[in-house]
């Protein structure tokens, strides 16, 4: 079994590549279950801690509770036989710099990981590949910046 994990980065055509394999779930359905939050709401709580990681605080505490729900989330994936596994979800790597004091994606050194080995006990023998896309630095930027001008917490008030 081969298992591909595409865990971000945001702004780098994630929200693209999942809507390109929910659209054509059914002509990939033969070869590959696909995961995706949409799909699996399930794999919310794994998210969330990996969010949670990347904002800090007691790294013991939440790396204890990021394995914790890796290992929840890995272990209610019912895989269909016969088939690879694709996993895709940007909050795997954590919150999005700029959101919550978070300034870049340190925090996905290990968020990726604890989804790595949570996948790794529950698919024991798996052919495990991580996806981390990206994109030119500049168009990124401006995305980023868009996409943060969006949130309500970062407008400014009239008073």
Same mark, same amino acid.
């Not at 002509?27 to 699996?40: G, H, K, M, S, W």
């Not at 016969?82 to 919550?100: C, K, Q, T, W, Y």
């Not at 529950?122 to 996409?147: D, N």
């Given at each position: 079994?081969? /298992?591909?994990?595409?865990?971000?980065?945001?702004?780098?055509?994630?929200? *693209?590549?999942?809507? #390109?394999?929910?659209?054509?779930?059914?002509?990939?359905?033969?070869?590959?279950?696909?995961?995706?939050?949409?799909?699996?709401? @399930?794999?919310?709580? +794994?998210t969330e801690a990996a969010r949670a990681f990347s904002i800090g605080g007691d790294k013991a505490a939440l790396e204890a509770a990021l394995e914790a729900a890796?290992?929840?989330? #890995?272990?209610?994936? &019912?895989? +269909?036989? @016969?088939? &690879?596994?694709? /996993?895709? *979800?940007? &909050?795997? !790597? @954590?919150?999005?710099?700029?959101?919550?004091?978070?300034? &870049?994606?340190?925090? %996905?050194?290990?968020? /990726?990981? !604890?989804?790595? +080995? %949570?996948? !790794?006990?529950?698919?024991? @023998? #798996?052919? /495990?590949?991580?996806?981390?896309?990206?994109? #030119?630095? %500049?168009?990124?930027?401006? *995305?980023?910046?868009?996409?943060? %001008?969006?949130?309500?917490?970062?407008?400014?008030?009239?008073?």
């Amino acid at each position: 079994m081969r /298992i591909l994990l595409h865990g971000g980065f945001h702004k780098t055509g994630t929200t *693209s590549l999942q809507a #390109a394999l929910v659209a054509h779930r059914a002509a990939l359905a033969p070869y590959v279950q696909i995961e995706t939050l949409r799909r699996n709401p @399930g794999m919310t709580r +794994a998210t969330e801690a990996a969010r949670a990681f990347s904002i800090g605080g007691d790294k013991a505490a939440l790396e204890a509770a990021l394995e914790a729900a890796m290992q929840v989330w #890995a272990g209610g994936i &019912d895989r +269909a036989e @016969g088939r &690879d596994l694709v /996993i895709s *979800s940007e &909050d795997f !790597a @954590g919150h999005m710099p700029g959101r919550h004091g978070v300034v &870049d994606y340190r925090a %996905a050194v290990v968020t /990726i990981p !604890a989804a790595v +080995a %949570a996948l !790794a006990a529950r698919f024991p @023998g #798996a052919e /495990i590949t991580v996806l981390l896309t990206t994109r #030119a630095a %500049a168009p990124w930027l401006t *995305s980023l910046h868009w996409q943060l %001008a969006q949130h309500p917490e970062l407008m400014l008030k009239a008073r």
